[in-house]
Antibody, heavy 117, light 110 residues
């Protein structure tokens, strides 16, 4: 079945970096875009980024623009989120989700990123 | 990219109907019929309930329906059931391949 599994979360100091992975299975990965969405503790969902199926179109939310970079390896069926210059306010559960054209129909379970000194 | 506006909470009794509003602007909800709704139980992956304003994915009960008027979208849940208790988020395309979520609404079935 369609499945997305995030990994790479952990604890990092402010100013540090972390790379998240989103491993896909159960569908033709190269034909779908992938979103990253996060949820800070006690807060709502926040759209972070998208990478389209060809890997060329990448867009970011204002709060992460210039610090986060999304990429993908279609041969590995994996999407990456490189997070640099991390801030305390980046602490959140990060989800990846399959884009099916204007919506996301499959989400991973999320990976927790904690930015703390 | 300001968050869409949703009521913080709504409640209803089993069997009743509730409607959750989602107010955006002329830059996101207004010009696009690309509003989706997600159900989120804590600790579980969000679930797509409505896409493109009013379409239901297979497997979603027809008790869930969506609509839009101007800059405001709405999710209506009829015949409330205990398992509907969750957080609900709207999401809209905002142009230039960007998206924006609502702040979320907690539905309590009393």
């Amino acid at each position: 079945q369609v499945q997305l599994v995030e990994s790479g979360g952990g604890v990092v100091q402010p100013g540090g970096s972390l790379r998240l992975l989103c491993a896909a299975s159960g569908f033709l990965f190269s034909t779908n875009g992938v979103h990253w969405v996060r949820q800070a503790p006690g807060k709502g969902l926040e759209w972070v980024a998208i990478i389209r199926s060809d890997g060329k179109t990448k867009k970011y939310g204002d709060s992460v623009k210039g610090r986060f970079t999304v990429s993908r390896d279609n041969s590995e069926k994996t999407v990456y989120l490189q997070m640099n210059s991390l801030r305390v306010e980046d602490t959140a559960v990060y989800y990846c989700a399959r884009d099916v054209g204007w919506a996301s129909d499959c989400w991973g379970q999320g990976t927790l990123v904690t930015v703390s000194s | 990219q300001s968050a869409l506006t949703q009521p913080r909470s709504v409640s209803g009794s089993p069997g009743q109907s509730v409607t959750i509003s989602c107010t955006g602007t002329s830059s996101d909800v207004g010009p696009y019929n690309f509003v989706s709704w997600y159900q989120h139980h804590p600790g579980i992956a969000p679930k797509l309930m409505i896409f493109e304003v009013s379409k239901r994915p297979s497997g979603v009960p027809d008790r869930f329906s969506g609509s839009k008027s101007g800059n405001t979208a709405s999710l209506t849940i009829s015949g409330l059931q205990a398992e509907d208790e969750a957080d609900y988020y709207c999401c809209s395309y905002a142009g230039s391949w960007t998206w924006v979520f609502g702040g979320g609404t907690t539905l309590t079935v009393v």
